[in-house]
């Protein structure tokens, strides 16, 4: 199905059975100095998890919920495991991808200080984030060390990187979780933001509501948001 084909289709935002959702934080080079805290490279990628429900699909409106005006974007490219495993080594990695598709890693940025060791409060909000359009299998990529990935608001550039400038590749990614964790197909794992999120500028660039978020992956497609006020009932 060419991407044309979904105007006016309610496209689901997750698998039919939904699995582990890994995060990882600060993966591009140029992050971990974006920063400005002057610290060394990192060792090992930093993970968090999401919940189902804090993702939306392709063309569905991400939430700003009533208890902040901190709603961030963050586009990145997601790796869906296909085959299971577990100490999968990286170079057997890819033969663990069953598909590659868009994500905006969406986050309420002062809820992620509430706690001194953990994110997860910041990023779990009910449909504060997006995955989609589609899923394309790992054989239409000839190099997954050379994807780019973009995201815009309202049409503006606002991050721009490819994954040759990632701290820790697709196939390390794999071999590291799954040291840990058992992969099965249906697991996703968001690969981590470029520069260029709305928390970066001065002074910070929100999202509000009628604002458009689009992430855009070399051989995926656009992953389209509006976003809108959650409405408490």
Known sequence: MKLSEFEGVRVEPRLALPGKIFCIGVNYRDRNAEYR???????????FM???GSLVGHGE???RPPESQQLDYEGEIVLVIGK???RIPASAARE???ALTCGNEGTIRDWLRHGKFNVTQGKNFERSGSIGPVLVTTDEFSNLDALRVRTRVNGELRQDDTTAHLTFPFA???EYISTFAHLVPGDVIFTGTPTGAGARYDPPRWLVPGDVVEVEVDGIGTLRNPIADEVIA
């Open 50 to 52: 999401r919940t189902p």
């Open 96 to 98: 663990h991808v069953g």
């Open 37 to 47: 805290d002057a610290s060394d490279a990192p060792k090992y990628p930093s993970i």
């Open 172 to 174: 390390y990614l794999i």
């Open 61 to 63: 409106p991400i939430l």
């Open 84 to 86: 299971a495993g577990r």
